[in-house]
């Protein structure tokens, strides 16, 4: 994993580190520490479940008509 990885744009980089930091966050204790990252403190890791349920909202919005979205309807009937 590439802590200094860039983001495709300037305007992604908030949203990049945002989800990088949130990926981390998910692995157990030992991976982070094999990181060099420490585990967030309680309010911390409330601060960013928050933040990324914001950012996820107009990601879900825009898949929402996505073309396997589609396919899964037709399916189902």
Known sequence: MRQGATAPNALALPFTR???RAGVDLLPD????????TPL??????LLQRAVGLAAKPV?????????QLARQRMAG
């Open 30 to 37: 030992w991976a982070k520490q094999q990181l060099g990252m």
């Open 60 to 68: 879900r919005w825009a898949v929402r008509q996505s073309s396997a």
């Open 18 to 20: 945002l989800m990088t």
């Open 41 to 46: 403190r309680p309010l911390q890791q409330a």
